[in-house]
């Protein structure tokens, strides 16, 4: 009798431990294809041909004080990637591009200004794919910023923005290798949103051949950008994220150095592009 009582003991505490197996196994399970896949702050802009690069998805939770700033793959490589040359009526010195850029149009706007007589505006296609970006797009030389830390400024409003927006800046080397990017989409304006303050402080390595900066806008809606400066500042203004440390290995087509201009132009949007000169993007 007291052989049997064990058997059933032992059975029981054997039981037991299968279907506590079973259990974590099925909770791990849950975790894997639900909810522990929070993404943290998205991607935007933007890679280019020279490239460029910012924004990704919703936010579920609050941006850390010193957020990490890592490249979604769409932004950061020229595979996929697509630009439109500047067209009349567009500002001068920028450019359109993205992972969708045909669903995008980049356009002066002399209604929605936030000082001067215009701005830029990216509008979406109602139809906007809210996984891809357009990306409004300058690039310069990286001669005056090379080895320093750099603050870009800039004042963005957006209109029915619902997946965001973003200000975002990358270099390049020589060889096309980027070197150094920040996307600020965690600080972004989406919804529609009047004119915000957007910042962005970076250090750009020696290595840097080439700048890129802009806005990006994923899926529908509009993104207003005006004011925007670029200025070097010193090691006492903090950076806005973590460098970014995965960079290795993100290389695009090599910057055309003589094509690219040697400073930052139309920084307020107040000359548009020519339909017979208009310049093009690197």
Not at 78 to 86: M, R
Request: proline share 7%.
């Amino acid at each position: 009798m007291q052989r049997k009582l064990h058997v059933v003991i032992a059975s029981a505490i054997f039981a037991f431990g299968c279907a506590g197996t079973l259990w974590w196994n099925a909770r791990d399970r849950h975790k894997e294809t639900s909810g522990d896949c929070r993404e943290t702050a998205p991607p935007v802009l933007t890679r280019s041909q020279v490239t460029s690069e910012g924004a990704n998805t919703t936010l579920s939770e609050p941006e850390p004080a010193v957020p990490t700033s890592a490249p979604e793959p769409a932004l950061a490589q020229t595979e996929g990637f697509s630009e439109v040359t500047e067209e009349p009526d567009a500002p001068a010195n920028w450019f359109l591009q993205g992972t969708n850029a045909g669903s995008y149009k980049l356009r002066l706007s002399r209604e929605m200004v936030f000082a001067g007589a215009a701005s830029a505006v990216l509008i979406a296609s109602e139809r906007a794919d809210p996984s891809r970006f357009g990306s409004i797009t300058q690039a310069v030389s990286a001669e005056a910023f090379r080895g320093k830390r750099l603050e870009l400024t800039a004042q963005m409003a957006t209109e029915e923005a619902h997946v965001g927006s973003a200000l975002w800046v990358r270099a390049d080397d020589q060889h096309g290798t980027m070197v150094a990017f920040e996307n600020a989409h965690a600080r972004g304006p989406r919804g529609s949103q009047s004119w915000t303050s957007q910042r962005i402080v970076i250090d750009i390595p020696d290595t840097a051949a080439a700048l890129l900066f802009g806005a990006v806008l994923r899926g529908a809606g509009k993104l207003y950008l005006d004011q925007v400066a670029l200025r070097v500042v010193d090691s006492s203004v903090p950076l806005t994220a973590k460098p970014t440390t995965n960079l290795s290995g993100v290389t695009n087509r090599a910057p055309d150095l003589e094509r690219i201009p040697p400073e930052p132009l139309n920084l307020g949007f107040e000359i548009a592009a020519q339909a017979d000169g208009a310049p093009s993007p690197p």
